[in-house]
């Protein structure tokens, strides 16, 4: 199969730091997506990973381990409106230009 | 920016109708798709397009179909509704980086 494994729920408090990782099959593996989801709306790109390492953009920032099958999105300084589901999404070699979701992780922010 | 429109956000339907889900994007992007979302299942592609009068099933197809007629117009049809089509429909197209961008939702009920 080609599991992708996230934590389902995830509290950290305003103005921390939080990491939701995510962990996936290798075998074929092309690149991987962040997207955030607030409730009740539609999911919104966040981040694509292709390539090992570090990438950040403000906040936010996303980290690929190919080897490991990896990733994590780690949130600083957290906000109220950061409330939401992060989900990880992966494409393979094999399927073209498809991409399989994760569950999500609903992410809650304590003030 | 890119727009993806789709056609309603909030749609009550009966058991047995056919129904017409469409999607319209104002750019030229070839790849189109149709995912539902269900709690605790995510995101499940059912039916994607690479060009004009070109599909192909995704990973839960049964009970749809899907007409692309224009580059721009995506229409996911439910020939004959049940209930446990009751669920959020996110049209998306694929952008020039891989990533998939998402329409607002419709949130379909079949009573």
Same mark, same amino acid.
């Given at each position: ?111 | 920016?890119?727009k993806?429109?789709? *056609?309603?956000?909030?749609?009550? @339907?009966?058991? +047995? ?6 999607? $319209?994007q104002d750019m030229?992007? /070839? ?17 994607? *397009?690479?060009?004009?009068?070109? @599909?192909?099933? +995704? ?6 179909? $899907?007409?692309?007629?224009?580059? /721009? ?39």
């Amino acid at each position: 199969g080609q599991n992708i494994d996230q934590p389902t729920e995830m509290t950290a408090t305003e103005g921390a730091i939080v990491q939701i990782n995510c962990t996936y099959q290798t075998s074929g593996f092309n690149g991987l997506f962040w997207y955030q989801q607030h409730a009740g709306e539609a999911p919104t790109f966040l981040s694509y990973n292709v390539l090992d390492g570090l990438e950040e953009k403000g906040r936010f920032s996303s980290f690929l381990s190919r080897s490991k099958g990896y990733s994590y999105l780690l949130l600083k300084e957290l906000q109220m409106k950061d409330s939401a589901s992060y989900l990880c999404a992966v494409s393979w070699m094999n399927r073209d230009d498809k991409i399989i979701f994760g569950k999500g992780t609903r992410l809650h922010i304590l003030p | 920016d890119v727009k993806v429109t789709q *056609s309603s956000r909030y749609l009550v @339907k009966r058991t +047995g109708e056919k129904v017409f889900l469409e999607c $319209v994007q104002d750019m030229d992007h /070839e790849n189109m798709f149709w995912y539902r979302q269900d709690p605790g299942l995510g995101l499940r592609l059912i039916y994607f *397009s690479y060009d004009v009068k070109m @599909k192909e099933k +995704g990973d839960i197809p049964e009970g749809y179909s $899907v007409s692309r007629e224009k580059k /721009e117009r995506f229409s996911l049809i439910l020939e004959s509704a049940s209930t446990n089509q009751t669920s959020m429909y996110l049209c998306a197209y694929r952008g020039g980086g891989n990533e998939q961008f998402f329409g607002p939702g419709t949130r379909l009920t079949v009573l």
